[in-house]
Nanobody
């Protein structure tokens, strides 16, 4: 089992940057993949990015490629989402999630992640 706590959200102007953090406790952090998802008001949850347990493989939604960077520091039990050139359409609650399955690919499906944080709000003003 693992507990996930996101932080770093806030209000930023369009074109600005934020870095989200996801601190994990419980199961050894370096043994599972991590993902970031977001949900905007009135919309379904969507995949943002994922990173393999060793940090040697990443995947991104097309909408954030070139602007967002996912990373992790296993020694700090923390995953990060660096968000640059933010747009109004990035406004959402952002969630980190843990995939314990050991699958060989990075999943973009929320149902394939077993544990979730409580979310952090990101608001981008235009």
């Amino acid at each position: 089992q693992v507990q996930l706590v996101e932080s770093g959200g806030g209000l930023v102007q369009a074109g600005g940057s934020l870095r989200l953090s996801c601190a994990a406790s419980g199961r050894t952090f370096g043994t599972y993949s991590m993902g970031w998802f977001r949900q905007a008001p009135g919309k379904e949850r969507e995949f943002v990015a994922a990173i393999a347990y060793r940090g040697d493989s990443t995947d991104y939604a097309d909408s954030v490629k070139g602007r967002f960077t996912i990373s992790r520091v296993n020694a700090k039990r923390t995953s990060y989402l660096q968000m640059n050139n933010l747009k109004a359409e990035d406004t959402a609650v952002y969630y980190c999630a843990a995939d314990f399955s050991g699958r060989y690919y990075l999943s973009s499906l929320g149902r394939e992640y077993e544990y979730w944080g409580q979310g952090t709000q990101v608001t981008v003003s235009s």
